[in-house]
């Protein structure tokens, strides 16, 4: 993936946008503290980055207004240009069509999307599928090149709906509706996966597996060989916390310790 055999995705958690309740009025804000992390992570050495609306809390469910994407368009566009990295996107809470949208204005290389297969309940409200509409969206705009990552059995979710689908026949399930990646994450952010799961999904997936959630220097070299890619957010950030900036000293340290392992 990125041309490694297991490549280190950074997250930009990016402010409050257009549209949130915690946004404070001010893009030029927004936008400078977005490249200052991305900046940070181009710096010590990460293979992708990841854009993400995380500060937009409490979250809407399957969209975002009009002017969050409108921002996020903005923050990622300048992300992709001056990192001149692989560069992906992510709308909470599953606003895959729109992360998509802003991925074929910006160029970008990937979209994480919610709710690709399978109905579950997230902390923000019922998630259906969408990977016939995303794909079909997707093929429509001519934009094959965008892969798409879907999260399986997502964090902050109840699965008891799907509770008799294993975690590999959801990721089954992923392929075959054409998704280019599966991510596993732990049951919330900052949690690592059940390692078994992560060995069960590399066995038996039939996709590239990405961990989305949990990742540590120190747990890299369980996980790196099993996978193709590790996004990493809390991790990253000063004193391991998400909502603070990135941490070059953090990002050095992860990019060192999996560097063995591409």
Known sequence: MFGKK???????????LPGSAGFDGSMEKILSAA???AGVY????????????????PYLTGFVDPETTAAMTIVANAIKQQSKLPVGVQLLAGANIEALGVAVACNLDFIRVEGFVFAHVGDEGMHDSCAAKLVRKRAHLRAGQIKIFADIKKKHSAHAITGDVSLVETAEAAAFFKADGVIVTGSATGKEPHLGDV???????????????????????TYAPLVAGLIVGSSAKLDGYWENPVDAARVKKLTLAVSKFQ
């Open 35 to 37: 490249l200052k992390d």
């Open 6 to 16: 297991c490549s280190l995705i950074g997250v930009v958690h990016v402010h409050a």
């Open 199 to 221: 060995e069960a999904l590399k066995e038996h997936a039939g996709l590239p597996v990405l961990i989305g959630s949990g990742i540590t220097a120190d747990n890299i070299p």
């Open 42 to 57: 181009k710096d010590n050495g990460v293979d992708a980055i990841m854009v993400e609306n995380m500060h937009d809390v």
